[in-house]
């Protein structure tokens, strides 16, 4: 995500390195780079041209004091900017109502059925709502059944008529059945086309009129990039949208959905999404996304990641056990399982402070951790309650067990007793505190 725009900022920022102070003549040539990568990232030209003009007249008028360079204090003037271009702060959903109803809209292939089932996850687990889905897409084969699937892998209840053409009617008994039965709130999925027309704009609009939502989210796909932006243009013409979704995150984006969307129809960006997990989904916030672009990493959202896998009394139960020197192969299995519905796993090392440039160009599969589990499953529960009686009989049984060699058992030993012997190192020098840190797993 914004790999090749975050290359070409640092880049620019280059260009000062060495420069006593901040001019006219030195800062011409990076403010000219910087506006070639927003629009290599298909940002728009007159934004990507509004956005270096603020950035030249605040350079210029910084004055660079003598611990700070100009090279960083432009890193600062842009990351201040890019913050403002995508809305300054987050925007949280409007859950007013009684049930709160949201309505889902974008074209087909965006990713809005599954989205409408991450969302559903979401209020549920992080924000404690009791939400129901309604299938009113009537139109594209199996989207019906898709959202049936997906309810039931998030444990939400799927309202849906098959069978009826009407998605108007569908979208009011679905708000019918949540008073009915509890439900305070109601997430609508409706049509998308492949491409925008107006009986597809006036249904999803007839559907506004009847349920009188609270909120209306726009679900954009960010590879599209500029068309992105055009299509949000035209559906909030029609719709008057409350939020912008981006999904496909994590793909070969370029960033320029999300640098230009909220410059384009001044309505903020709620939530990006990544991948098909149902935990893949997180809310918008500016200021990390504008460091994650520069390279900065984003350790806020790695840590909050890693509470939402992580309870006080698994916390707790690792402390005590690393205090103890007991932790085991049984505790490490259950945190690779933990690190695994965090999200990609790429994403999570590049949120880290420092280490998003080492991994750009590496290749880290969803099955980095495949080859480790398999050692671990070949161990009898004995031994993997303790580690310390694997001798070579036991080693030669657990390597063939698990189609490896007794070289690749040997380094996974090795790593794993330096990994126990530095948590119980932090521990020592942190207590609890350092433990909580600790908790995502290595």
Do not use: W
């Not at 280059?14 to 001019?23: A, F, N």
């Not at 084969?141 to 108007?168: K, R």
């Not at 909120?215 to 960010?222: T, Y």
């Not at 420092?354 to 589990?373: C, N, P, R």
């Amino acid at each position: 995500m914004f790999e090749s725009l975050s290359t070409r900022l640092e880049t620019a920022f280059k260009q000062l390195k060495g420069e006593g102070r901040i001019s006219d003549i030195n800062i011409a040539s990076t403010i000219k780079e910087i506006r070639r990568a927003l629009v290599d990232a298909d940002v728009n030209y007159k934004i990507a041209k509004a956005f270096t003009d603020a950035v030249r007249e605040k350079a210029l008028g910084e004055k660079v004091i003598n611990a700070v360079s100009p090279g960083q204090l432009m890193v600062k003037i842009v990351k201040d900017e890019l913050v403002r271009l995508m809305g300054g702060s987050a925007s949280g959903l409007d859950l007013s109502g009684r049930p709160s109803v949201i309505l889902v809209a974008g074209l087909q292939g965006s990713g809005k059925t599954t989205f409408c089932g991450k969302l559903a996850l979401f209020l549920r687990n992080r924000q404690g709502r009791l939400p129901l889905l309604v299938a009113a897409d009537i139109y594209r084969p199996a989207a019906i059944e898709q959202l049936i699937i997906l309810g039931q892998q998030v444990e939400v209840p799927v309202y849906s008529e098959p069978g009826s053409a009407d998605a108007v009617a569908i979208a009011v008994h679905g708000i019918q059945e949540a008073k009915a039965k509890g439900y305070n709130t109601v997430i609508i999925d409706t049509a998308g086309r492949l491409a925008i027309d107006e009986a597809m704009m006036q249904e999803v609009a007839d559907i506004r009129t009847a349920v009188q939502p609270q909120e209306i989210l726009f679900v954009v796909d960010s590879m599209t990039g500029q068309d992105a932006v055009n299509t949000a243009k035209t559906f909030h013409e029609k719709l008057r949208f409350t939020g912008v979704v981006l999904t496909k995150m994590d793909g070969d984006s370029r960033g320029g959905a999300a640098l230009s969307i909220r410059y384009t129809v001044d309505e903020p960006i709620k939530f990006v999404s990544m991948g098909e997990k149902p935990e893949s989904m997180d809310i918008f916030y500016p200021e990390r996304m504008a460091q994650r672009i520069l390279g900065m990493g984003d350790i806020t959202t790695l840590v909050e990641k890693a509470q939402q896998q992580f309870s006080e009394q698994q916390v707790s139960r690792l402390e005590k056990k690393i205090r103890k020197n007991q932790f085991d192969f049984e505790d490490f299995r259950e945190q690779l399982a933990m690190v695994r519905k965090m999200g990609n796993l790429k994403d999570l090392v590049g949120m880290i402070p420092g280490l998003g440039k080492q991994v750009k160009d590496l290749d880290i599969s969803e099955d980095a951790f495949k080859g480790v589990e398999a050692l671990i499953c070949s161990m009898t529960p004995l031994e993997r309650r303790n580690p310390d009686i694997l001798d070579n009989p036991r080693k030669r049984r657990i390597a063939a067990g698990s189609g490896k060699d007794i070289l690749e058992l040997n380094q996974f030993l090795k790593q794993f007793e330096q990994m126990r012997q530095m948590m119980k190192t932090m521990n020592k020098m942190g207590g609890a505190k350092s433990l909580k840190g600790l908790s995502i797993p290595r």
